[in-house]
Each structure stands twice: as C-alpha cells, then as structure tokens.
C-alpha cells in the first residue's frame, strides 16, 4: 500500500495548512497567484466568507475595506477567499456597490481544498461557513473564529484580537484579560495568582 500524505488540518497554535491558489486583485484588475508561503514575517487574516453575490457577505466585506487604513498599520495582509472563481469575483466587485474600492485580494478556492482543510467546508452546498483565522509571521495560527451562515463578523473585534496577539508576541509570558484594549492591564500566569486574579488586575 502506498504511503500517501494527509493534508494537515488546521488547528489553534500550530502551523497554517500551507496553500497556494488563484486570487483576483481589484486594485490592479488583475489575476494572481498567492502563496501562503510567501507571506512568512507577515501578520495574516485569512477571511473566509460563504459565496459572492449574497447578502451578508457584501456588508461585512465593506466593513473589513473600511478598516483598511487600521490593518496596514498593524502590519496585516488580509486575504478574503471563498469557493469562487476568480471571474465570480471581478463580476461581483464590478456589480455590487458595497465592494466598491474593495482593497484586498480575493482568493478562488474554487476546488475547495482550502475550506475543507481549514474545517470550514460545507459538503452539501459546496460552500463554506464565515471563517476568519489570524496567522503570526512565524506562520502560526493564533486566532479561529467560524460562525453561522447569517451571523456576519465585526471587524473592530478582530483588530482587538490582533493587538492583543502582538502585544502577547512583544510581551512574552503575559496574558489579556477579558475586553483587553491597548494599554489596558495584562496579567502574568504563575499559580500565585490563580485565587487572586481580581486582585492581580487592580494591582
């Protein structure tokens, strides 16, 4: 029998399942290769979302543009991907109102190996849930958020997700308490603490 290599699936703080597909750039109008390889020492938000030309989609899409200005200061390439072609995509872009001036390059997992090997396919439709995985510059996954097919994401959550993560990276052996905001308390783990936590946050 011969010995064939399972694609890893994904899981929190371990290596992203490598990929590499065709993505569409409505900033140049152009079609691209993207490689998660490629963007090692990079902060990466891989934003999956269930197809184009819906309803949800658009309205969070347009939320993550509007963020734009914020991602590039903390140093994030953001991937939006769903189980589209690349042509779905620059039809949609062109069409839709919403993804006017949309800035990020739009992965086509048309094949739905992607999906499937970061657990958001859904073998039925051939589409996948709202999923958004936050990836460190070591290439490590520190953030899985997935939700229902109408729940629409908030991307001010998000970026505190991702200044949370960073301080944590600059900050090692510190943690974020609950609705941590920058410059907010952080707490140092050590069982000295672990009946004393209110205390610990008021020090």
């Keep these: ?38 963007l090692k020492w990079k902060w990466v938000v891989l934003f ?11 309205t969070e899409l347009k939320d993550m543009a509007e963020q734009k200005a914020k991602f ?10 769903s189980t589209d072609t690349v042509f779905s995509h620059r039809a949609w872009v062109k069409h839709e109102w919403l993804m006017k001036n949309f800035p990020y390059k739009m992965l086509a997992d048309h094949s739905t190996e992607v999906a ?10 051939g589409i996948a849930w709202r999923g958004t995985f936050i990836i460190d510059p070591d290439g490590i996954v520190r953030g899985i958020e997935v939700t229902s097919g109408p729940l629409w994401r908030n991307s001010d959550e998000l970026i ?3 200044e949370a993560l960073q301080f944590m990276r600059s900050h090692p052996g510190t943690a974020c308490p609950a609705k941590w ?12 603490i672990a009946w004393e936590v209110e205390e610990a946050l008021n020090n």
């Design 48 to 58: 999956y979302y269930p197809a184009d030309f819906t309803f949800v989609c658009p």
């Design 116 to 125: 499937d090997i970061y657990n958001l396919l859904d073998e039925e439709s």
């Design 72 to 81: 590039s200061e903390l140093w994030v390439e953001v991937l939006s991907a």
């Design 160 to 162: 505190r997700k991702i």
């Design 1 to 38: 029998m011969e010995n064939y290599e399972f694609p890893s699936i994904v899981k929190i703080d371990n290596e992203a399942p490598s990929f590499e597909l065709p993505a569409y750039n409505p900033i140049t109008d152009e079609e691209e290769k993207i490689a998660l390889s490629d």
């Design 181 to 192: 905001a920058v410059w907010s308390k952080t707490l140092t783990p050590s069982i000295k």
